[in-house]
Nanobody, 121 residues
Framework: QVHLVESGGGLVQAGGSLTLSCAAS????????MGWYRQVPGKQRDLVAL???????NYAASVKGRFTISRDNAKNTVYLQMNSLKPEDTAIYYC???????????????WGQGTLVTVSS
């Protein structure tokens, strides 16, 4: 009942910037932590950045200083600002949320469908 939709992916030149957005919709009572993950075919899905309900953040070492995660609670949206992009950042980026549905006392892990980011050299 809670859905996440990513947007903002595309093709960008190395050294460029791109901003991803993820909007949550549905019967939302509360969204706890939200995060961005990325996956390359044949590889594990890895955490890129995480932001808690209290706006504390955590980043993968490979993106520290280049990526910034933020959220707008009024819009139920999380963002990922990506700067100084490298070809190795190429992956499908997935939005993740720990959400509590209306009328439900437990949290559920929700994933978006993913958006492709391609960084050319």
């Amino acid at each position: 009942q809670v859905h996440l939709v990513e947007s903002g992916g595309g093709l960008v030149q190395a050294g460029g910037s791109l901003t991803l957005s993820c909007a949550a919709s549905g019967s939302i009572f509360r969204i706890n932590a939200m995060g961005w993950y990325r996956q390359v075919p044949g590889k594990q899905r890895d955490l890129v950045a995480l932001i808690t309900s209290g706006a504390r953040t955590n980043y993968a070492a490979s993106v520290k200083g280049r990526f910034t995660i933020s959220r707008d609670n009024a819009k139920n949206t999380v963002y990922l600002q990506m700067n100084s992009l490298k070809p190795e950042d190429t992956a499908i980026y997935y939005c993740n949320a720990d959400a509590v549905e209306l009328g439900l006392g437990r949290s559920l892990e929700v994933w978006g469908q993913g958006t492709l980011v391609t960084v050319s050299s």
